[in-house]
C-alpha cells in the first residue's frame, strides 16, 4: 500500500493564508463596484490615484463625445447647433452609472499603468516588445501577420490612451450594445429620428473582431502553449501578458489586468499557477512586478486545477459578470 505523505504544517498554513488574503481581495473588489461611478462624479474624492481616475473619466468622456458627434452627423447642418453642453454633460453622468463600462474604462487605465511603469523601470516600449518582434518574424505566416495587426492596435492604443480616448470600435460587442441600449434608454421619448439614424449607422460599421483586445486574444489562442512564454512581462509587454494570463487562468481580461495591482497578489500569483507556471516562474515573474513584496512560499502545494478552482471560486461572490 502506498503511504500518502502528511502535507508539512507550513504548506497548509501558507495554503490558509492564500485563501484568506484571495477572500480578502475578492472583497475589495466588491467594494469597488458601488463606488467607482460616484467616485468619477466627484473629482474631489481621492480612495484611487489621480491618474487612474482622470483617465477612466476621460475614456468615459470620449464615448459621450463620439455618440454626439454621430448624432450631429446624421442630423445634418441644421441640427447640428442643437447639441450643447447639457447634452455632453448629461451622457457622461449617465455613463458614469454604467458598471460594466467604468469597469472597463478602469481596466485599460491600470494596463497603461503597468506599460508605462516597465517602459520607466526597464525602457520596455509599451508598443514594440521583445515578444511581437519575435511573432513579426515567425515564419508562419498566420501568426506573423496576426502579430502585424495586433502591433498596428497596439499602437493606437498607446495613442489612445496618451490622449485618454477610447474609440467606440474598441469595446466588446456586449459593451458596444450596452452602449447604445443606454444612449437610446437616456434619450426616451426626445429620441430623434437623428439618434435613430445614428443608432443604426454606428451598429453596421460596428466589427468586434478588429479590435485591440480581440486581436490579441487570437494572437495568444493561435500560439497554443507557446503562449506561456508571454507570462513573462519584460518580455511580452503588458498587452500580451495580461491576455495570455487571462486565457491560461481562465479569468476575464479586466479581472486579470486588476490582479496586477498591488493589493490583489494573492490573485495574481495564483492566476500565475492556474497559467501552468512553475513556481520558481512564478517567483520570478512575480518578482518583476511587484519587486518589494514578497510571494507565498510552497506555492507547489497548490496545483493549476487547485489555483483556477479557487480564483472561480472567489470571483463568484462578488459577482464576475461584471469584469
Avoid at 464615448?63 to 454621430?70: C, Y
Avoid at 455632453?88 to 485599460?108: K, M, N, R, W
Avoid at 489586468?257 to 520570478?284: F, K, M, N, W, Y
Amino acid at each position: 500500500m502506498t503511504m500518502v505523505e502528511p502535507v508539512p504544517d507550513s504548506a497548509a498554513s501558507d495554503s490558509a493564508e492564500i485563501r484568506a488574503d484571495v477572500a480578502r481581495a475578492d472583497k475589495a473588489l466588491a467594494r469597488l463596484a458601488p463606488v467607482l461611478g460616484q467616485l468619477l462624479a466627484e473629482p474631489d474624492q481621492s480612495m484611487f490615484s489621480d491618474e487612474i481616475l482622470a483617465r477612466t473619466r476621460g475614456m468615459c468622456r470620449n464615448l459621450a463625445e463620439q455618440l454626439l458627434t454621430a448624432q450631429s452627423e446624421a442630423a445634418g447642418p441644421a441640427g447640428r447647433e442643437a447639441f450643447g453642453a447639457n447634452d455632453h454633460t448629461g451622457l457622461t453622468e449617465c455613463i458614469y452609472s454604467q458598471p460594466d463600462i467604468v469597469f472597463h474604462c478602469h481596466a485599460l487605465a491600470i494596463e497603461w499603468q503597468l506599460a508605462t511603469k516597465f517602459e520607466d523601470l526597464v525602457g520596455l516600449d509599451p508598443v514594440l516588445s521583445p515578444s511581437i518582434q519575435t511573432l513579426i518574424a515567425s515564419q508562419e505566416s498566420n501568426t506573423a501577420s496576426a502579430a502585424m495587426a495586433a502591433l498596428s492596435a497596439q499602437a493606437r492604443f498607446v495613442q489612445q490612451q496618451r490622449r485618454m480616448e477610447l474609440p467606440l470600435t474598441e469595446l466588446s460587442a456586449d459593451l458596444f450594445h450596452n452602449l447604445l441600449t443606454m444612449w437610446r434608454e437616456y434619450r426616451g421619448n426626445s429620441r430623434s429620428d437623428a439618434i435613430i439614424r445614428a443608432e443604426a449607422k454606428l451598429r453596421s460599421t460596428y466589427d468586434e473582431a478588429s479590435g485591440r483586445l480581440s486581436l490579441l486574444e487570437r494572437l495568444v489562442a493561435g500560439m497554443e502553449q507557446g503562449s506561456a512564454k508571454l507570462l513573462n512581462v519584460e518580455q511580452a509587454g503588458a498587452a500580451l501578458f495580461l491576455t495570455a494570463l487571462a486565457l491560461r487562468s481562465g479569468q476575464s481580461r479586466r479581472l486579470a489586468v486588476l490582479s496586477t495591482h498591488e493589493t490583489q497578489t494573492a490573485r495574481l500569483a495564483l492566476g500565475l499557477r492556474a497559467a501552468g507556471l512553475h513556481p520558481d516562474d512564478i517567483h520570478s515573474h512575480f518578482a518583476r512586478i511587484h519587486p518589494r513584496l514578497e510571494l507565498y512560499r510552497n506555492l507547489g502545494e497548490i496545483t493549476p486545477v487547485e489555483a483556477a478552482r479557487w480564483l472561480e471560486d472567489g470571483s463568484s461572490v462578488w459577482s464576475a459578470r461584471q469584469w
